[in-house]
């Protein structure tokens, strides 16, 4: 007598979810990184434009106390940032859908500032261009979460600190 065999068991069907289970939680952390990181680059070159555009401000005009992203424009830097950036008037900054960037400065530093937005309390992190001394410092400020970002910038020259 043979026996027809039409379908899967239970068992058979337990072990194939548990399998899809277990990769999709080893997948999941990976995928939400490079989305991150791709989020991150947005910055970066963002970040980029800024500092060509600071840095002929300062030769043209020295360190002066100017804010340079704010007030709805960005007309003191010689950059047309308004396909990236929404820079409503009376707000400090201006945004991207991912960061908040701030430009500015003081009489012997300028800085310029992205803040990740969309972050809750222990998953922030901000990436800092300070201008001194005609020099510019990179740092990756992070709380408790986000270190792998600050790390995987450590190969462009960015220091990681936790605050």
Known sequence: MQKNKRGFTLIELLVVVLIIGILAAVALPQYEKAVEKSRMSEALTIMSSLRTAVETYVLANGYTGTTFLGDGSTDELDIDLTHALSCPTGTE?????????????????????ATRLHSNDNFSYQLW???????????????TGWQYICLSLASQGYTDTHY
């Open 93 to 113: 900054g201006c945004s991207s859908k991912n960061f908040r960037y701030q430009a500015f400065c003081s009489a012997n530093t300028c800085y310029i500032i």
């Open 129 to 143: 261009n300070t201008l001194e001394e005609e020099q510019w410092k990179y740092t990756c400020r992070r709380n």
